[in-house]
Nanobody, 127 residues
Framework: QVQLVESGGGLVQAGDSLRLSCAAS????????MAWFRQVPGKERDFVSA????????HSSDSVKGRFTISREYGENTVYLQMNSLKPEDTAVYFC????????????????????WGQGTQVTVSS
């Protein structure tokens, strides 16, 4: 089992920046990919960014590409999401997720492929 705890959410104005953190604990010795998803009430959980165990492979959705950066140090149990130039449409609950990959280089973009989830952290961007 892997436990995930997110932090760093809050209320900001459009154009501001935030950095989210997700700390993993438990069975963290095996390779696992990590990702961020976000969800607004009444809608599905959407993919934001994902990163491999090694930290050398990552991918972000088109809606955040160029503004958000996901990062982790190799083998580290914390993943970060640096969010710049925030927009009101970025308002959502942001969830951290982890998936067993058995490889240093894999990541996934589908929520169904992730085994572990955090409780979420609210990000609100005012206009």
């Amino acid at each position: 089992q892997v436990q995930l705890v997110e932090s760093g959410g809050g209320l900001v104005q459009a154009g501001d920046s935030l950095r989210l953190s997700c700390a993993a604990s438990g069975r963290t010795s095996s390779p696992y990919a990590m990702a961020w998803f976000r969800q607004v009430p009444g809608k599905e959980r959407d993919f934001v960014s994902a990163i491999s165990w090694s930290g050398r492979a990552s991918h972000s959705s088109d809606s955040v590409k160029g503004r958000f950066t996901i990062s982790r140090e190799y083998g580290e149990n914390t993943v970060y999401l640096q969010m710049n130039s925030l927009k009101p449409e970025d308002t959502a609950v942001y969830f951290c997720a982890a998936a067993d990959t058995y490889s240093n280089s894999y990541y996934y973009t589908s929520s169904g492929q992730y085994d572990y989830w955090g409780q979420g952290t609210q990000v609100t961007v005012s206009s």
